[in-house]
């Protein structure tokens, strides 16, 4: 079944008869008006279960990216046989950052992650790739021109360092500029993929009262455990969808009942006033 419903209800019928039947007291006209008042009724009401089912599906996507970011954390510290990792170096999210500085930050972490891998990977290129490491010392030079430049060390974006540091990500600046090693490079990666678990994760477990540290070690282990819990929530969120798409469904179907009723009525007086037209 389908999790997304079309709110583009019939209003065609209830439209016509409201605008042009007068309701005089016969006994169809009657019928007619209040199978109108029940379409619409039941229309309001299917509506209202669209919106419901909208936000709960808006939920669980947040749900799943949610689950994603921590899953792509676990597998980091798996890769690199991290027992933990310290929650701090990914800087301090306010408890009251509001949803629109949230999804920024979403959207500036994936944009940077990007970035950061790329130029972990040139780096770690240029060690072997002589046309590689030519281009990062040429960048390096150009950058800081005191420098000769190094075969194996990339330039982090200056828009990335700035937010990364206001936002209080734990970077390795040996050197105190923005040229760094595939080493440096992961330093930084492991900081930014903490934080951008956290604004996934961190308001989704407030919110359900999941236990997610905020201070201290975050351990594989307990990674593991909050995916599961948040997991829990997905399905629920995903039955209360199936559940109330049966409710919208219904409430569809006894509109168009409503609405063929009140057009029968609407027919059916018709038709006796032409015969007694015709005598």
């Not at 309001?44 to 994603?68: H, K």
């Not at 700035?162 to 600046?173: E, Q």
Request: a negative charge.
């Amino acid at each position: 079944m389908s999790n997304t419903i079309n709110p583009n209800l019939n209003t065609g019928a209830v439209g016509a008869i409201s605008g042009n039947v007068s309701f005089d007291g016969n006994v169809q006209m009657e019928f007619a008006k209040l199978q109108i008042e029940l379409a619409g009724s039941k229309k309001e009401s299917a509506l209202d279960r669209i919106e419901g089912i909208r936000e709960n599906q808006a939920e669980s996507a947040r749900l799943t990216e949610a689950i994603n970011a921590l899953r792509n954390l676990k597998t980091l510290m798996d890769d690199q046989d991290l027992d933990d990792l310290d929650i701090s170096i990914g800087g301090t999210i306010p408890a009251d950052i509001s949803d629109e500085d949230r999804q920024n930050q979403i959207t500036k972490m994936k944009s940077y992650l990007t970035e950061a891998n790329s130029q972990m990977a040139l780096a770690e290129k240029g060690k072997t790739d002589t046309a590689q490491g030519n281009a990062n010392k040429a960048a390096v030079h150009a950058a800081y021109p005191q420098h000769a430049g190094w075969v194996d060390h990339t330039l982090m974006p200056e828009d990335m360092e700035t937010d990364l540091k206001a936002w209080g990500v734990k970077l390795d600046n040996t050197g105190n500029d923005r040229i760094h090693s595939d080493g440096q490079w992961r330093t930084c990666i492991n900081s930014m993929e903490v934080r951008y678990a956290y604004l996934q994760a961190g308001d989704l477990c407030s919110k359900y009262g999941i236990d997610l540290p905020t201070t201290g070690k975050l351990t594989p282990e307990r990674i593991d455990t909050v995916i599961a819990s948040l997991q829990s929530v997905q399905e629920q969120v995903g039955s209360d969808i199936q559940q109330v798409m049966v409710f919208a469904q219904d409430d569809m179907g006894q509109y168009n009942a409503y609405t063929t009723g009140a057009n029968s009525a609407v027919s059916s007086y018709s038709d006796l006033l032409k015969e007694l037209a015709r005598g």
